[in-house]
């Protein structure tokens, strides 16, 4: 079965600095990835997507790779700031009894940028 | 512009007792919904989704039920509470059709079960 890995439960930086989070998948070749950023008490927010034909995406400070070989995507946050502090979610489309509209979700990793 | 509402945002009940938490998506047509709870500290568990009203799919056999009655509608409803039902329940919305869409998500109701 499907299984995603995300790197470690948290990870501390100092303000400034480059966050590298890791999303690692087994037993799948998905099309796409996507990245989510989770406040305390809050629902998911969307954050970009990064097909298998793309090796790198950029949104503003926010930079995503994906390497179908290695089975991996990299997300990171240069110039990190306190209010970057949150939990990042990986997830991969899912496929189940013929339907493809699912996504599975790896358990985060919870950054806190320290000032 | 789409929204997606969740109510209540909080709930408190005993064992045993029913539960029905709803959820409605404005500014948008024929979408995907999408039921997960989130234990404490854990990741996201897909419960039901529905491509359309009174299509519904179940991930996990539990004692929870799902309904859409309304194209813009999303039902999550249980006879009798378990200890365990207890959570952070997330409705999510996506564009219909059979890609991969991002998810947009509610801003979730949390219950306890006591």
């Known amino acids: 079965s499907q299984k995603i890995e995300q790197n470690s439960e948290a990870l501390n930086i100092q303000e400034g600095k480059t966050a590298t989070l890791t999303c690692n998948y087994t037993n799948y070749s998905p099309a796409y990835l996507q990245w989510y950023r989770q406040d305390p008490g809050r629902g998911p927010v969307f954050l970009l997507l990064?097909?298998?034909?793309?090796k790198e995406k950029r949104k503003e400070r926010l930079k995503v790779t994906f390497d179908t070989t290695l089975k991996q995507s990299l997300f990171h946050i240069t110039a990190s700031q306190p209010a970057d502090s949150a939990t990042y979610l990986c997830?991969?489309?899912?496929?189940?009894?013929?339907?493809?509209?699912?996504?599975?979700f790896g358990s985060g990793t919870q950054l806190t940028v320290l000032p | 512009s789409q929204t997606i509402h969740q109510w209540p945002a909080t709930l408190v009940q005993p064992v045993g007792s029913p539960l029905s938490l709803e959820c409605t998506v404005e500014g948008t047509s024929n979408p995907n919904l999408y039921w997960y709870r989130q234990a404490a500290g854990r990741g996201l568990q897909l419960l039901f989704y529905s491509v359309g009203i009174g299509q519904i799919s179940s991930e996990v056999p539990q004692n929870l039920s799902a309904s859409r009655p309304q194209d813009w509608q999303f039902i999550l409803s249980s006879k009798k509470l378990l200890l365990s039902d207890s959570g952070f329940y997330l409705c999510?919305?996506?564009?219909?059709?059979?890609?991969?869409?991002?998810?947009?998500f509610g801003p979730g109701t949390r219950l306890t079960v006591t």
């Open positions: 997830a991969l489309p899912y496929v189940s009894s013929g339907s493809a509209r699912q996504l599975t």
């Open positions: 990064i097909r298998e034909n793309e």
């Open positions: 999510a919305w996506s564009a219909g059709g059979p890609e991969f869409y991002e998810q947009y």
